[in-house]
């Protein structure tokens, strides 16, 4: 979903660098921001700067302002208060063309909703129930947020997945793919497991 013509970007929580690896394999130059020592080491390899610092307080100070991608990737669910990151972002960085790429975990996947009907709501070492993740989204609720934070949304849509070795078995993909893309029409908050969102300031 990075456009062309996207060509310096900033990765807001970049993590080890794994978005960092490819994005810099297909041409691109990365800054990245991480709250890990460690990551900051790893994510290096493939960033022309790596910074330091607790997104909770906004963006850090040092940022160059010609970014023609700010990418969030599964982070805005670690922050407990997004709102003054999503600020910084709007008012310091984004160039009149530039874009925002935003991506979640959907909490109400049917999985999710499954575990609740069971009264389980059970903490995990990864996935949607991560036990750093501070906020949950639905498809709804995230881009009401980003909506009420001065972004509009250019697009947005859900990836889906199902568990078709247990429903499907060893149906050709094709088909796989054609009844997760019906579905996926019919909700995406129900079967998406991962939210997209491409947006850019409210004009």
Known sequence: MVPPN???????????GSNAKLLQASGKTVVGITLSDEEVKLASKYCRNVFKHNLENGLPDGLD???DLILCSH????????????????????KPDAIVLVALPNFMNYRNRIKMLLGNFDYEEAGTMDYTHLRWYTFKSAK?????????????FAE???PWKTVLGNFPIPFQ????????RISKGLFGSQLIYIARPQR
Do not use: R, W
Not at 6 to 16: E, F, N, P, R, Y
Not at 87 to 92: A, G, L, V
Not at 177 to 184: E, H
């Open 6 to 16: 996207s060509k310096t970007i900033l990765d807001v929580g970049c993590g080890a």
């Open 177 to 184: 793919n054609l009844i997760s893309s019906i579905l996926i």
């Open 160 to 162: 889906k997945v199902l």
């Open 75 to 94: 982070v805005l669910e670690h922050i407990a208060y997004p709102e003054k990151l999503l600020s910084d972002i709007k008012e310091k960085l984004l």
């Open 144 to 156: 009401k947020m980003l909506e009420q934070n001065g972004f509009e949304i250019i697009n947005s």
């Open 65 to 67: 302002t010609d970014y």
